[in-house]
């Protein structure tokens, strides 16, 4: 064996250990400031995607803006979006843009500016309510319905009238429609269930007493159901 190697021999690599990720700081070092006391300065790693404060400033200006963006549609814009797509009462509409309106001002002044502008109308609202509903509805239960939406009493009374002129012969239809060539009202429980049907549809007791009488035309009424009219007034 070499004897120069015997004396010198080559150094062996230490096996790093926990303890020594750990140093004591030296006295001069300033690590509120990051830099070394009569030293140079120490700097951290510096970010490409960092930007320079005049950049940023315009980012932060813009975010009112981006943030309205995300919650959505404007209050207006929702409004009118609803009504392009069927006819609303004021009250309906108040009751559906609630959640989305700042405070109630807010709310009533662009209501009222929706209605100067033509596109919310009570009346409008209730005609196509009549236009939809007569064929199929007594005059109480479609004139109850626009009371509870806010439609004003004046406009409800011409309403009730243009109903009740119709009332005996929608009436009628709407009988033949569920009960005709399947069964009469010719016993009690038989013209209890019919009479409860068209009641219920909102025709007024008399009316429904008529359109019962006129299916057992020929036929006598079901004993103990004369009064069915009061009964149902």
């Known amino acids: 064996m070499n004897a120069s190697w015997r004396n010198n021999p080559p150094l062996t690599p230490k096996r790093a250990t926990l303890g020594d990720a750990y140093r004591e700081p030296d006295e001069d070092e300033d690590f509120e400031s990051g830099a070394a006391v009569g030293g140079a300065d120490f700097a951290g790693p510096v970010s490409a995607d960092t930007k320079p404060a005049a950049e940023i400033a315009p980012e932060l200006a813009a975010a009112p803006e981006a943030r309205a963006a995300r919650r959505g549609p404007s209050l207006k814009a929702r409004a009118v979006g609803l009504l392009s797509r069927r006819e609303y009462s004021r009250k309906e509409l108040s009751r559906r843009l609630a959640l989305h309106a700042p405070d109630e001002e807010t709310l009533t002044a662009l209501l009222d500016g929706l209605q100067r502008e033509g596109w919310l109308s009570d009346e409008r609202y209730a005609r196509s309510q009549l236009n939809q509903r007569s064929a199929r509805q007594g005059e109480r239960r479609i004139i109850g319905d626009l009371r509870r939406q806010g439609v004003a009493d004046e406009l409800l009374d011409t309403l009730s009238e243009d109903l009740r002129a119709t009332e005996y012969e929608r009436a009628v239809q709407v ?11 010719d016993t009690p429980k038989e013209y209890a269930r019919q009479a409860r049907f068209l009641a219920a549809r909102g025709f007024a007791g008399h009316v429904v007493g008529k359109v019962l009488k006129l299916a057992l035309r020929g036929q006598s009424e079901p004993e103990g159901m004369e009064g069915f009219e009061d009964f149902s007034d």
């Open 175 to 185: 009988w033949r429609k569920r009960f005709e060539g399947k069964a009469l009202p």
